[in-house]
Nanobody, 122 residues
């Protein structure tokens, strides 16, 4: 079994910064993909940024230049540094990981965290 635990959300003023963390734990053999998604009220969940085990990254156009995704492979942890936050960044942020477990090294499964709320407001 694999668990993803997010932390770092909260209330911040426009222009401020937050750093989200997501730690994966359990019977992990390897993690190729880790990503951050967000879902605002009444909207569909969307990709914010993702990162592969080799370090390649991908960002939504709306966050390019403001957000930075990184990962610590030794700790199975992914981070999202969010700068110059805007009210439209307000959403629940979810971590996603594509995990190969020790028990099933021939398959990869997608796991989600429980979400952390980010509110950008004055």
């Amino acid at each position: 079994q694999v668990q993803l635990v997010e932390s770092g959300g909260g209330l911040v003023q426009p222009g401020g910064s937050l750093r989200l963390s997501c730690a994966a734990s359990g019977s992990i053999f390897s993690i190729n993909y880790m990503g951050w998604y967000r879902q605002a009220p009444g909207k569909v969940r969307e990709l914010v940024a993702d990162i592969r085990s080799g370090g390649s990254t991908n960002y939504a156009n709306s966050v390019k230049g403001r957000f930075t995704i990184s990962r610590d492979n030794a700790k199975n942890t992914v981070y999202l540094q969010m700068n110059s936050l805007k009210p439209e960044d307000t959403a629940d942020y979810y971590c996603n990981a594509h995990v190969t477990t020790v028990q099933a090294t021939g398959a990869t499964f997608s796991y989600w965290g429980q979400g952390t709320q980010v509110t950008v407001s004055s």
